[in-house]
């Protein structure tokens, strides 16, 4: 039987780490055909955060002992506000029956820059 977990964004400027209100926080995963679904998006509040996101998950029983199955589900977070560069976290981890918490810090553009480059982080596997 599949279990829950919970993510939550914090998104803030890259030095001061001053929140940033509303910004955008889209979470997508994988749907089993290489294709990425819709999970959810949120605008963040005054305080940088989004409120929470509920992610299917493996059971925990799978997280108990030695599996092959891997017992966390992977999703994609970008982020994106006016006047900063958007950020991409691939294979970000949660966890059933916990929620897991992804800072993001947003690098301001210059004035004038249009199209500047997505910054893709990259979150690796837990040895678990």
Do not use: W
Not at 2 to 10: D, F, K, R
Not at 40 to 52: A, L, M, V
Request: hydrophobic letters at 40%.
């Amino acid at each position: 039987m599949p279990g829950y977990g919970v993510i939550i964004t914090q998104v803030f400027t890259s030095r001061g780490r001053i929140p940033i209100p509303n910004a955008l926080v889209t979470i997508t995963a994988d749907d089993g055909s290489g294709d990425k679904a819709l999970i959810g998006f949120r605008y963040t509040n005054e305080n940088g955060k989004i409120d929470p996101i509920l992610i299917q998950t493996p059971d925990i029983g799978y997280s108990l002992a030695p599996s092959e199955t891997r017992p966390f589900s992977l999703c994609d977070i970008k982020v994106e506000s006016p006047g900063f560069g958007t950020v991409l976290v691939r294979d970000a981890q949660v966890f059933p029956d916990g929620t897991s918490i992804q800072d993001v810090a947003l690098i301001p553009v210059k004035e004038g820059e249009a199209n500047t480059p997505v910054r893709v982080i990259v979150i690796t596997p837990q040895n678990l």
